[in-house]
């Protein structure tokens, strides 16, 4: 080999030294490879979040229950933890509140104690949560999970597409000998509205809807029974009106509420203006106590305080099943009912 080739071979052939300098390069124009780890599994040892930690991570939580990828890298950078581990914790609170949430359906009790952003979270996860949370807690809270208007009548909704409304915890409603049992958490559905100043009970019956509703405006007097187990009497709250309500119906695939004639057993409902709505007193007391105290409530009687319900002329539910009279507590749901599922 001539030294002429042997130079050649020597130039083109890199030295470790330049290699080395060309893989840094390239190296460091690379984004930095992103930590799966938990601080856990940092540290190689069980650690708990300290005090600071939680406080941190509880306010940005209130904040905003599902943080961005970048927002929680910032969290954990602000409490020197892992993205991994800030993450988990967000998992693992919504969860908690998830079942307290469901708690709540099913002990009648406040959920005072769940942030507003939650709530805000759970009425925007209607695919998700609806079934599970099927509108009691949502209402309870203040925000209605149905963001179309099914359940309320009319088209005025808030900027966010939502109507809110407050539930009221009742099991059971009674019109004279007419009696309605919720056999689960959407067969009886009593809410009330502040912004359309109305009272709603809806009732799910084979694959169809209906709603008895009046404004706020038909209200004489609304108070708290405490009941009699002696006698087996049912709590509640009665509920005395001026005049007889609104019914409504709607059924798979009709496209909505429309106004219909009186559907409870012989029209009891129309000429009956004294209803009980059964349930828990310790808990109807603190939602009655809320509902009296509100202005459109208080103010319901003003010459301008209250607004009427306008509807279509009703139409007569003869060609539909009638949600029948339960004469108890324990008697079974009808065939076809939505069952709630967990």
């Known amino acids: 080999m001539s030294y002429e080739d042997v130079a050649i071979k020597m130039a083109s052939t890199p030295s470790p030294t330049s290699s080395n300098s060309t893989s840094n390069n390239s190296a460091s124009r690379r984004p930095p490879r992103k930590s799966t780890l938990t601080q856990q599994q940092k540290n190689q040892k069980r650690q708990r979040a300290t005090q600071d930690q939680l406080v941190t991570l509880e306010m940005e939580f209130n904040k905003n229950p599902t943080p961005t990828a970048t927002v929680r890298e910032r969290i954990a950078e602000d409490i020197n933890m892992t993205e991994r581990s800030v ?64 359940l309320m009548m009319g088209s005025e909704q808030c900027p966010q597409g939502k109507v809110v409304i407050h539930h009221l915890s009742c099991r059971s409603l009674s019109i004279g000998s007419w009696r309605r049992v919720g056999q689960n958490a959407m067969d009886l559905i009593i809410f009330y509205s502040p912004d359309k100043r109305t009272m709603t009970y809806y009732i799910n019956n084979d694959q169809a809807g209906y709603k008895i509703e009046y404004p706020f405006s038909y209200i004489k007097n609304v108070y708290l029974e405490n009941g009699d187990p002696d006698s087996g009497k049912p709590g509640g709250l009665v509920v005395e009106l001026t005049r007889p309500p609104n019914f409504f119906m709607d059924s ?60 279509s002329a009703p139409v007569s539910p003869s060609l539909m099943n009638r949600p029948a009279s339960q004469p108890n507590g324990n008697a079974q749901a009808h065939v076809g009912m939505f069952q709630e599922s967990w």
């Open 252 to 311: 798979s695939g009709s496209g909505g509420f429309f106004q219909c004639g009186d559907f409870t057993e012989d029209q009891q409902a129309s000429q009956t203006m004294t209803h009980y709505l059964g349930g828990h007193p310790k808990v109807l007391s603190g939602q009655l106590a809320k509902l009296v105290s509100l202005e459109p409530f208080m103010s319901r009687h003003d010459a301008f305080g209250h607004q009427q319900i306008s509807a």
């Open 87 to 150: 993450q988990i914790w967000f998992q693992n609170r919504r969860a908690k509140i998830k079942l307290l949430a469901k708690k709540s359906i099913e002990t009648g009790e406040n959920c005072d104690s769940i942030p507003e952003s939650m709530r805000n979270y759970l009425a925007m996860h209607p695919m998700e949560n609806a079934k599970a949370l099927s509108g009691s807690f949502l209402g309870r809270c203040g925000i209605s999970p149905y963001g179309n208007d099914s």
